[in-house]
């Protein structure tokens, strides 16, 4: 149940079910809508025919709207996995953000929305004790299929609150680089350290299409300011202090 503090309308998806074998939710995960208004996402979000649904939507003004009860299995994640498990709708609680996404324009997030974003995940976190590294973006889990909430989306103002994982993302530089065709040992390492961070990516030890969307997803959530699918050395160096922030936590 939302905190006391934190004022939520209701409306009650049918698209629900239990949770497999009585999980625990252990994952924050965050959208955008990618729709013209709040309103239209909620009323898709309420249609059987969607088969969708989210725990809250927070619209562009801040208003935040139960969908799905924390204790039930709401399906926001799709195709996903993190950390191996490939089923993050029974591990997740789904926030879903208005904005009418890439396809839409992309509009800034408001401060108000982000506001609202912010107290509703630091409550969830709270209750649940959902970890830091634990909180992430649809692209984190679905790299490739999904994008959103995308790069402007504002982490470093989620973590400076008390939510999510973050580091200073290293500036862009000059510099070796790994793209796509490459291949060899620094390949390999590059996707066991983004393996283990929790992304999906097999160690092949081949820059491949998948290794691209991957890192991709990756700087969308900590390198936004260049979201090319290029592991350059501002990428790998800031993929690095995470690692080197979690092992210190």
Wanted: aromatic fraction near 6%.
């Amino acid at each position: 149940m939302i905190g006391t503090e934190l004022s939520c309308a209701v409306l009650l998806s049918p698209n629900v079910e239990p949770r497999r074998a009585d999980i625990k939710p252990d994952i924050l995960l965050l959208h955008y809508t990618g729709m013209s208004s709040a309103e239209k996402a909620c009323q898709w979000l309420c249609d059987p025919v969607s088969r969708v649904s989210c725990h809250y939507l927070v619209d562009e003004d801040g208003k935040i709207t139960q969908m799905v009860g924390e204790e039930n299995r709401a399906w926001h994640a799709g195709e996903s996995s993190w950390h191996g498990e490939t089923d993050i709708n029974s591990f997740s609680i789904g926030i879903e953000i208005h904005n009418p996404g890439h396809s839409g324009g992309y509009p800034d997030f408001p401060p108000a929305q982000m506001d609202a974003v912010l107290a509703l995940s630091k409550d969830i976190c709270s209750r649940h004790g959902i970890r830091p590294a634990r909180v992430l973006a649809h692209s984190d889990v679905a790299p490739g299929r999904k994008i959103d909430p995308g790069e402007k989306f504002d982490w470093h103002m989620l973590h400076k609150g008390g939510v999510g994982h973050w580091v200073q993302p290293e500036p862009l530089a000059g510099g070796s680089f790994l793209q796509l065709g490459d291949q060899g040992d620094p390949v390999m390492a590059l996707q066991g350290l983004l393996r283990l961070y929790g992304y999906g990516l097999e160690l092949t030890g081949v820059f491949d299409p998948r290794t691209k969307v991957v890192v991709e997803a990756f700087q969308r959530h900590f390198r936004p300011e260049r979201v090319d699918g290029v592991a350059d050395q501002s990428t790998v160096a800031t993929l690095h202090k995470l690692q080197v922030a979690l092992r210190v936590a």
